[in-house]
């Protein structure tokens, strides 16, 4: 019985602090989100100082679609080579950036496959 017990005592001590990371989630959703519209407030994209950064960017988002024309411009091994693996095979987006030193073609396939996303808010401290 005494087992019984202590398991309870675990099992309502994991959902009280369940709870309070939902808690602690959501406060620091507002705080991001205050952050942010301040800095769209001030016009800005940027803020930095001593101890931190805060940065309003755009994620680049890829068309995958749009690489299909490399086919074109690389043998299957170099494909292969610039893609991800395991499966499902999608390109690897830093290779794909050290392509567009190539120009030419390969560049404009490349360029045209990214394209802006939303907006996002990135905070980091500095020296961390």
Do not use: C
């Not at 309070?20 to 301040?38: A, H, N, P």
């Not at 930095?48 to 994620?59: H, L, P, S």
């Not at 830093?94 to 045209?112: A, S, T």
């Amino acid at each position: 019985m005494a087992n019984t017990i202590d398991i309870r005592t675990m099992l309502d001590t994991l959902e009280a602090m369940k709870a309070e990371r939902k808690i602690l989630s959501e406060d620091i959703g507002r705080v991001t989100l205050s952050i942010q519209r301040q800095l769209e407030d001030d016009d800005a994209v940027l803020f930095e100082d001593e101890a931190w950064v805060a940065e309003i960017k755009a994620a680049t988002v890829w068309n995958e679609a749009a690489l299909l024309p490399l086919l074109e411009h690389y043998s299957a091994d170099e494909i292969e080579a610039m893609q991800n693996k395991p499966k499902p095979r999608t390109y690897n987006k830093i290779k794909l950036n050290k392509e567009l030193k190539k120009g030419g073609e390969v560049k404009r396939i490349i360029e045209f496959a990214k394209q802006s996303g939303l907006p996002e808010l990135t905070i980091r401290q500095k020296g961390k």
